[in-house]
Protein backbone atom coordinates (compact mmCIF):
# COMPACT_ATOMS: atom_id res chain seq x y z
CA UNK A 1 0.00 0.00 0.00
CA UNK A 2 2.36 2.50 0.74
CA UNK A 3 5.08 1.08 -2.09
CA UNK A 4 5.79 3.96 -3.77
CA UNK A 5 5.54 4.82 -7.58
CA UNK A 6 8.47 3.52 -9.61
CA UNK A 7 10.65 6.33 -10.62
CA UNK A 8 13.92 7.64 -12.86
CA UNK A 9 16.88 8.22 -11.23
CA UNK A 10 18.77 6.63 -8.09
CA UNK A 11 16.62 4.18 -5.81
CA UNK A 12 16.30 5.19 -2.12
CA UNK A 13 19.30 2.97 -0.44
CA UNK A 14 16.77 1.08 1.67
CA UNK A 15 15.74 -1.20 -1.74
CA UNK A 16 19.55 -1.99 -2.33
CA UNK A 17 19.84 -4.05 0.52
CA UNK A 18 16.60 -5.99 0.05
CA UNK A 19 18.96 -9.05 0.36
CA UNK A 20 16.94 -11.87 -0.55
CA UNK A 21 14.89 -11.49 -3.79
CA UNK A 22 17.44 -8.94 -5.11
CA UNK A 23 18.72 -11.73 -7.36
CA UNK A 24 15.73 -12.81 -9.23
CA UNK A 25 14.53 -9.00 -9.26
CA UNK A 26 17.45 -8.12 -11.17
CA UNK A 27 17.52 -11.18 -13.66
CA UNK A 28 13.61 -10.22 -14.19
CA UNK A 29 14.83 -6.44 -15.21
CA UNK A 30 17.42 -8.39 -16.95
CA UNK A 31 14.95 -10.87 -19.28
CA UNK A 32 12.64 -7.68 -19.87
CA UNK A 33 16.02 -5.32 -21.14
CA UNK A 34 17.06 -8.14 -23.19
CA UNK A 35 13.33 -8.76 -24.58
CA UNK A 36 12.66 -5.10 -25.08
CA UNK A 37 16.31 -3.54 -26.88
CA UNK A 38 17.82 -6.99 -28.13
CA UNK A 39 21.35 -8.14 -26.82
CA UNK A 40 23.39 -5.49 -28.69
CA UNK A 41 21.01 -2.15 -27.37
CA UNK A 42 20.88 -3.80 -23.14
CA UNK A 43 23.07 -2.73 -21.00
CA UNK A 44 23.62 -3.55 -17.50
CA UNK A 45 23.27 -0.08 -16.37
CA UNK A 46 19.58 0.11 -18.06
CA UNK A 47 19.06 -3.25 -16.14
CA UNK A 48 20.23 -2.00 -12.73
CA UNK A 49 18.15 1.02 -12.97
CA UNK A 50 15.01 -0.86 -14.10
CA UNK A 51 15.71 -2.98 -10.62
CA UNK A 52 16.40 -0.24 -8.72
CA UNK A 53 19.83 -0.81 -7.78
CA UNK A 54 23.32 0.22 -8.61
CA UNK A 55 25.38 -1.15 -11.85
CA UNK A 56 28.04 -2.09 -9.20
CA UNK A 57 25.58 -4.20 -7.55
CA UNK A 58 24.54 -6.34 -10.71
CA UNK A 59 28.49 -6.65 -11.12
CA UNK A 60 29.15 -7.89 -7.57
CA UNK A 61 26.07 -11.01 -8.66
CA UNK A 62 27.12 -11.74 -12.02
CA UNK A 63 29.72 -9.90 -13.28
CA UNK A 64 29.60 -9.18 -17.00
CA UNK A 65 26.86 -7.94 -19.77
CA UNK A 66 27.72 -11.49 -21.01
CA UNK A 67 27.30 -13.00 -17.66
CA UNK A 68 24.11 -11.55 -16.70
CA UNK A 69 22.43 -12.88 -19.92
CA UNK A 70 24.24 -16.16 -19.23
CA UNK A 71 21.86 -16.05 -16.03
CA UNK A 72 18.68 -14.69 -17.60
CA UNK A 73 18.49 -16.71 -20.53
CA UNK A 74 19.29 -19.96 -18.19
CA UNK A 75 16.47 -18.91 -15.84
CA UNK A 76 14.08 -18.09 -19.10
CA UNK A 77 15.04 -21.70 -20.50
CA UNK A 78 14.33 -23.27 -17.45
CA UNK A 79 11.62 -24.88 -18.26
CA UNK A 80 12.84 -25.96 -21.99
CA UNK A 81 15.06 -27.51 -20.26
CA UNK A 82 13.09 -30.63 -18.35
CA UNK A 83 12.56 -31.87 -22.04
CA UNK A 84 15.21 -34.78 -21.33
CA UNK A 85 12.49 -35.85 -18.42
CA UNK A 86 10.32 -36.64 -21.19
CA UNK A 87 12.58 -39.56 -21.66
CA UNK A 88 11.99 -41.08 -18.49
CA UNK A 89 8.56 -40.46 -17.80
CA UNK A 90 7.75 -43.05 -19.72
CA UNK A 91 8.71 -46.66 -22.25
CA UNK A 92 11.38 -45.54 -24.81
CA UNK A 93 8.84 -45.98 -27.57
CA UNK A 94 6.19 -42.88 -26.56
CA UNK A 95 9.02 -40.89 -26.08
CA UNK A 96 8.41 -38.69 -29.61
CA UNK A 97 4.66 -38.03 -28.31
CA UNK A 98 6.09 -37.14 -24.67
CA UNK A 99 8.35 -34.97 -25.91
CA UNK A 100 6.53 -33.43 -28.34
CA UNK A 101 4.04 -32.61 -25.94
CA UNK A 102 6.34 -31.20 -23.74
CA UNK A 103 7.53 -28.65 -26.14
CA UNK A 104 4.41 -27.41 -27.52
CA UNK A 105 3.05 -27.25 -24.08
CA UNK A 106 5.93 -24.67 -22.96
CA UNK A 107 5.53 -22.33 -26.19
CA UNK A 108 1.69 -22.36 -25.46
CA UNK A 109 1.88 -21.08 -22.21
CA UNK A 110 1.99 -17.09 -22.31
CA UNK A 111 4.08 -17.00 -19.27
CA UNK A 112 7.24 -19.20 -20.47
CA UNK A 113 6.81 -18.09 -24.28
CA UNK A 114 7.50 -14.32 -23.89
CA UNK A 115 11.59 -15.58 -22.11
CA UNK A 116 12.05 -18.01 -25.36
CA UNK A 117 10.95 -15.40 -27.87
CA UNK A 118 13.48 -12.99 -26.33
CA UNK A 119 16.51 -15.90 -25.75
CA UNK A 120 15.76 -17.19 -29.83
CA UNK A 121 15.73 -13.36 -30.70
CA UNK A 122 18.75 -12.53 -29.15
CA UNK A 123 20.50 -16.02 -30.23
CA UNK A 124 19.60 -15.32 -33.68
CA UNK A 125 21.00 -11.62 -33.73
CA UNK A 126 24.39 -11.88 -31.74
CA UNK A 127 27.20 -13.57 -31.47
CA UNK A 128 27.84 -13.28 -28.18
CA UNK A 129 24.04 -14.30 -27.24
CA UNK A 130 24.42 -17.45 -29.60
CA UNK A 131 27.23 -18.43 -27.98
CA UNK A 132 26.21 -18.78 -24.89
CA UNK A 133 22.57 -20.01 -26.10
CA UNK A 134 24.72 -22.57 -28.11
CA UNK A 135 26.78 -23.96 -24.74
CA UNK A 136 23.44 -24.19 -22.82
CA UNK A 137 21.76 -26.12 -25.06
CA UNK A 138 24.02 -28.41 -26.24
CA UNK A 139 25.50 -29.27 -22.68
CA UNK A 140 21.88 -28.75 -20.73
CA UNK A 141 19.76 -30.45 -23.51
CA UNK A 142 21.71 -32.03 -26.20
CA UNK A 143 23.67 -33.92 -24.25
CA UNK A 144 21.23 -35.12 -21.26
CA UNK A 145 19.02 -36.49 -24.13
CA UNK A 146 21.91 -38.12 -26.08
CA UNK A 147 23.50 -40.16 -23.35
CA UNK A 148 19.55 -41.97 -22.46
CA UNK A 149 19.33 -42.57 -26.51
CA UNK A 150 20.70 -46.43 -27.01
CA UNK A 151 22.92 -45.20 -29.86
CA UNK A 152 26.85 -44.11 -30.33
CA UNK A 153 27.63 -40.88 -28.95
CA UNK A 154 27.73 -38.89 -31.73
CA UNK A 155 24.81 -39.97 -33.88
CA UNK A 156 22.75 -39.85 -30.64
CA UNK A 157 23.68 -36.42 -30.00
CA UNK A 158 22.72 -35.75 -34.58
CA UNK A 159 19.84 -37.76 -34.30
CA UNK A 160 18.78 -35.40 -30.64
CA UNK A 161 19.39 -32.11 -33.17
CA UNK A 162 17.31 -33.23 -36.01
CA UNK A 163 14.19 -33.81 -34.01
CA UNK A 164 15.37 -30.55 -32.06
CA UNK A 165 15.29 -29.01 -35.45
CA UNK A 166 11.78 -30.18 -36.81
CA UNK A 167 10.19 -29.08 -33.21
CA UNK A 168 12.09 -25.17 -33.06
CA UNK A 169 11.24 -24.85 -37.41
CA UNK A 170 7.65 -25.42 -36.08
CA UNK A 171 7.49 -23.00 -33.43
CA UNK A 172 9.05 -20.48 -35.79
CA UNK A 173 7.03 -20.73 -37.96
CA UNK A 174 4.37 -20.46 -35.39
CA UNK A 175 4.90 -18.33 -32.70
CA UNK A 176 8.00 -16.05 -34.29
CA UNK A 177 6.74 -15.60 -38.19
CA UNK A 178 3.43 -16.41 -37.34
CA UNK A 179 2.96 -18.19 -40.77
CA UNK A 180 -0.75 -19.37 -41.66
CA UNK A 181 -1.78 -22.50 -42.10
CA UNK A 182 0.61 -22.96 -39.16
CA UNK A 183 0.13 -20.28 -36.95
CA UNK A 184 -3.26 -20.98 -36.21
CA UNK A 185 -3.47 -24.60 -36.92
CA UNK A 186 -4.90 -27.21 -34.14
CA UNK A 187 -2.51 -27.74 -31.71
CA UNK A 188 -3.34 -31.27 -31.31
CA UNK A 189 -3.06 -31.80 -35.01
CA UNK A 190 0.36 -30.88 -35.23
CA UNK A 191 1.26 -32.90 -32.45
CA UNK A 192 0.14 -35.83 -33.68
CA UNK A 193 2.19 -34.63 -36.99
CA UNK A 194 5.56 -34.29 -35.17
CA UNK A 195 5.04 -37.06 -32.60
CA UNK A 196 6.27 -39.88 -34.96
CA UNK A 197 8.69 -37.86 -36.23
CA UNK A 198 10.57 -36.32 -33.35
CA UNK A 199 10.16 -40.63 -32.64
CA UNK A 200 12.02 -41.43 -35.70
CA UNK A 201 14.74 -38.91 -35.20
CA UNK A 202 15.23 -40.72 -31.68
CA UNK A 203 14.78 -43.98 -31.93
CA UNK A 204 13.92 -44.70 -35.57
CA UNK A 205 16.93 -46.91 -37.79
CA UNK B 1 39.82 1.87 -65.16
CA UNK B 2 39.15 5.30 -65.09
CA UNK B 3 36.15 4.82 -62.70
CA UNK B 4 36.33 7.07 -59.37
CA UNK B 5 36.56 5.38 -56.23
CA UNK B 6 33.52 6.22 -54.53
CA UNK B 7 32.86 9.31 -52.52
CA UNK B 8 30.32 10.17 -49.72
CA UNK B 9 27.71 13.03 -50.55
CA UNK B 10 25.24 13.61 -53.30
CA UNK B 11 26.63 11.91 -56.48
CA UNK B 12 27.70 13.43 -60.07
CA UNK B 13 24.71 13.89 -62.34
CA UNK B 14 25.51 11.34 -65.04
CA UNK B 15 25.54 7.85 -62.42
CA UNK B 16 21.61 8.73 -61.72
CA UNK B 17 20.59 8.78 -65.56
CA UNK B 18 22.57 5.21 -65.93
CA UNK B 19 19.05 3.62 -66.93
CA UNK B 20 19.41 0.13 -67.43
CA UNK B 21 20.77 -2.20 -64.22
CA UNK B 22 19.72 1.04 -62.21
CA UNK B 23 16.85 -0.96 -60.52
CA UNK B 24 19.47 -3.70 -60.29
CA UNK B 25 22.03 -1.82 -58.50
CA UNK B 26 19.34 -0.25 -55.87
CA UNK B 27 18.14 -3.53 -55.06
CA UNK B 28 21.85 -4.98 -54.60
CA UNK B 29 22.15 -1.81 -52.06
CA UNK B 30 18.80 -2.24 -50.11
CA UNK B 31 19.73 -5.98 -50.12
CA UNK B 32 23.14 -4.98 -48.56
CA UNK B 33 21.44 -1.89 -46.59
CA UNK B 34 19.09 -4.43 -44.87
CA UNK B 35 21.37 -7.01 -43.87
CA UNK B 36 23.50 -4.96 -42.59
CA UNK B 37 22.03 -2.77 -40.21
CA UNK B 38 18.39 -4.54 -40.20
CA UNK B 39 15.04 -3.74 -41.38
CA UNK B 40 14.34 -1.14 -38.37
CA UNK B 41 17.79 0.94 -38.94
CA UNK B 42 17.88 0.38 -42.65
CA UNK B 43 16.33 3.86 -44.49
CA UNK B 44 15.82 4.64 -48.21
CA UNK B 45 17.88 7.26 -47.74
CA UNK B 46 20.53 5.30 -46.89
CA UNK B 47 20.27 2.70 -49.77
CA UNK B 48 20.09 5.79 -52.09
CA UNK B 49 23.43 6.77 -50.96
CA UNK B 50 24.59 3.17 -51.41
CA UNK B 51 23.54 2.91 -54.72
CA UNK B 52 24.78 6.43 -55.99
CA UNK B 53 21.46 7.91 -56.75
CA UNK B 54 19.00 10.10 -55.08
CA UNK B 55 16.24 9.45 -52.34
CA UNK B 56 13.74 10.31 -55.06
CA UNK B 57 14.94 7.60 -57.22
CA UNK B 58 14.12 5.08 -55.04
CA UNK B 59 10.59 6.33 -54.17
CA UNK B 60 9.90 6.66 -57.83
CA UNK B 61 11.15 3.11 -58.82
CA UNK B 62 9.72 0.87 -55.51
CA UNK B 63 7.96 3.48 -53.22
CA UNK B 64 8.46 3.14 -49.81
CA UNK B 65 10.69 1.35 -47.54
CA UNK B 66 8.65 -1.60 -46.78
CA UNK B 67 8.25 -2.30 -51.16
CA UNK B 68 12.21 -1.48 -51.17
CA UNK B 69 12.26 -4.43 -48.75
CA UNK B 70 9.49 -6.73 -50.61
CA UNK B 71 11.91 -6.32 -53.47
CA UNK B 72 14.76 -7.09 -52.55
CA UNK B 73 13.59 -9.85 -50.65
CA UNK B 74 11.89 -11.42 -53.90
CA UNK B 75 15.10 -11.48 -55.55
CA UNK B 76 17.15 -12.58 -52.28
CA UNK B 77 14.34 -15.62 -52.24
CA UNK B 78 14.51 -16.44 -55.57
CA UNK B 79 16.81 -19.67 -56.04
CA UNK B 80 14.65 -20.47 -52.70
CA UNK B 81 11.12 -19.83 -54.79
CA UNK B 82 12.40 -22.31 -57.18
CA UNK B 83 11.74 -25.56 -54.91
CA UNK B 84 8.49 -25.80 -55.83
CA UNK B 85 10.33 -27.04 -59.05
CA UNK B 86 11.48 -30.26 -57.33
CA UNK B 87 8.32 -31.35 -57.20
CA UNK B 88 8.05 -31.98 -61.00
CA UNK B 89 11.27 -32.89 -61.54
CA UNK B 90 10.58 -36.53 -60.92
CA UNK B 91 8.67 -39.30 -59.40
CA UNK B 92 6.96 -38.69 -56.13
CA UNK B 93 8.15 -41.01 -54.50
CA UNK B 94 11.57 -39.18 -54.67
CA UNK B 95 10.35 -35.53 -54.06
CA UNK B 96 11.49 -36.09 -50.66
CA UNK B 97 15.15 -36.14 -51.37
CA UNK B 98 14.96 -34.20 -54.54
CA UNK B 99 13.34 -30.59 -52.06
CA UNK B 100 15.91 -31.27 -49.18
CA UNK B 101 18.59 -31.43 -51.99
CA UNK B 102 17.53 -28.58 -53.22
CA UNK B 103 16.96 -26.64 -49.77
CA UNK B 104 20.51 -27.23 -48.75
CA UNK B 105 22.48 -26.79 -52.04
CA UNK B 106 20.55 -23.20 -51.97
CA UNK B 107 21.96 -22.82 -48.19
CA UNK B 108 25.52 -24.20 -49.07
CA UNK B 109 26.22 -21.93 -51.61
CA UNK B 110 27.63 -18.41 -50.03
CA UNK B 111 26.43 -16.47 -53.05
CA UNK B 112 22.65 -17.69 -51.60
CA UNK B 113 23.02 -18.19 -48.14
CA UNK B 114 24.21 -14.50 -46.87
CA UNK B 115 20.82 -12.76 -48.77
CA UNK B 116 18.89 -15.48 -47.34
CA UNK B 117 20.47 -14.80 -43.47
CA UNK B 118 19.46 -11.64 -43.79
CA UNK B 119 16.16 -11.72 -44.69
CA UNK B 120 15.19 -14.86 -42.25
CA UNK B 121 16.86 -12.74 -39.18
CA UNK B 122 14.69 -9.04 -40.55
CA UNK B 123 11.79 -11.53 -40.68
CA UNK B 124 12.32 -12.83 -36.92
CA UNK B 125 12.89 -9.15 -36.02
CA UNK B 126 10.94 -6.78 -37.25
CA UNK B 127 6.58 -7.29 -38.05
CA UNK B 128 6.63 -5.28 -40.85
CA UNK B 129 9.75 -7.56 -42.62
CA UNK B 130 7.48 -10.76 -40.99
CA UNK B 131 4.47 -9.94 -42.57
CA UNK B 132 6.53 -9.24 -46.25
CA UNK B 133 8.27 -12.56 -45.76
CA UNK B 134 4.87 -14.47 -44.60
CA UNK B 135 3.15 -13.46 -48.01
CA UNK B 136 6.21 -14.29 -50.11
CA UNK B 137 6.36 -17.48 -48.80
CA UNK B 138 2.89 -18.23 -48.85
CA UNK B 139 1.77 -17.65 -52.20
CA UNK B 140 4.97 -18.34 -54.40
CA UNK B 141 5.95 -21.10 -52.22
CA UNK B 142 3.38 -23.24 -49.84
CA UNK B 143 0.66 -22.46 -52.21
CA UNK B 144 2.62 -23.43 -55.18
CA UNK B 145 3.64 -26.98 -53.41
CA UNK B 146 -0.02 -27.52 -52.48
CA UNK B 147 -1.51 -27.76 -55.41
CA UNK B 148 0.66 -30.39 -56.77
CA UNK B 149 0.39 -32.60 -53.95
CA UNK B 150 -2.43 -34.92 -54.38
CA UNK B 151 -4.17 -33.57 -50.91
CA UNK B 152 -7.45 -32.08 -49.43
CA UNK B 153 -6.74 -28.43 -49.73
CA UNK B 154 -6.06 -27.10 -46.33
CA UNK B 155 -4.06 -30.18 -45.52
CA UNK B 156 -1.51 -29.86 -48.30
CA UNK B 157 -0.54 -26.72 -47.06
CA UNK B 158 0.36 -27.41 -43.37
CA UNK B 159 2.20 -30.78 -44.59
CA UNK B 160 4.41 -28.40 -46.91
CA UNK B 161 4.48 -26.30 -43.69
CA UNK B 162 5.78 -29.31 -40.97
CA UNK B 163 8.07 -30.20 -44.00
CA UNK B 164 9.72 -26.47 -44.15
CA UNK B 165 9.64 -26.61 -40.49
CA UNK B 166 11.95 -29.31 -40.93
CA UNK B 167 14.13 -27.91 -43.26
CA UNK B 168 14.17 -24.38 -42.21
CA UNK B 169 14.92 -25.33 -38.62
CA UNK B 170 17.67 -27.73 -39.43
CA UNK B 171 19.35 -24.48 -41.36
CA UNK B 172 18.49 -22.51 -38.51
CA UNK B 173 20.68 -24.51 -36.27
CA UNK B 174 23.65 -25.08 -38.38
CA UNK B 175 24.08 -21.95 -40.61
CA UNK B 176 22.44 -19.26 -38.25
CA UNK B 177 22.58 -20.20 -34.42
CA UNK B 178 25.68 -22.76 -35.93
CA UNK B 179 25.29 -25.04 -33.27
CA UNK B 180 27.40 -28.58 -32.81
CA UNK B 181 27.14 -31.05 -33.78
CA UNK B 182 24.52 -30.14 -36.61
CA UNK B 183 27.21 -27.41 -37.39
CA UNK B 184 29.71 -29.17 -38.70
CA UNK B 185 27.93 -32.25 -39.68
CA UNK B 186 28.14 -34.16 -43.11
CA UNK B 187 25.56 -32.90 -45.48
CA UNK B 188 25.05 -36.22 -47.10
CA UNK B 189 24.53 -37.27 -43.76
CA UNK B 190 22.13 -34.69 -43.15
CA UNK B 191 19.99 -34.92 -46.37
CA UNK B 192 19.79 -39.21 -45.85
CA UNK B 193 17.91 -38.47 -42.63
CA UNK B 194 16.03 -35.59 -43.46
CA UNK B 195 14.90 -36.96 -47.34
CA UNK B 196 12.75 -39.61 -45.68
CA UNK B 197 10.74 -37.23 -43.37
CA UNK B 198 10.29 -34.81 -46.01
CA UNK B 199 8.63 -37.27 -47.96
CA UNK B 200 6.70 -38.52 -45.25
CA UNK B 201 5.15 -34.75 -44.63
CA UNK B 202 4.52 -34.19 -48.09
CA UNK B 203 3.21 -37.72 -49.31
CA UNK B 204 2.77 -39.90 -46.56
CA UNK B 205 -0.29 -41.27 -44.41
Known amino acids: MTEPVRRRGRPPRARQD ?23 KAS ?11 SALVHHYFGTKEQVFAAA ?4 LAP ?4 PDALEDGPLEGVGERMTRFFFGVWEAPATRAP ?3 IVRSALNNEVAAGVFRKLVATQLLARI ?9 EAELRA ?3 A ?41
Chains 1, 2 share one sequence.
Open 18 to 40: AGPGMRERILDAAREDFAERGYD
Open 44 to 54: VRGIAKAAGVD
Open 73 to 76: IEVA
Open 80 to 83: ALKA
Open 116 to 118: LLA
Open 146 to 154: AQRLDLPEG
Open 161 to 163: SLA
Open 165 to 205: AQLVGTAMIRYVVRAEPLASADLEWIIGRLAPVVQGHLTGP
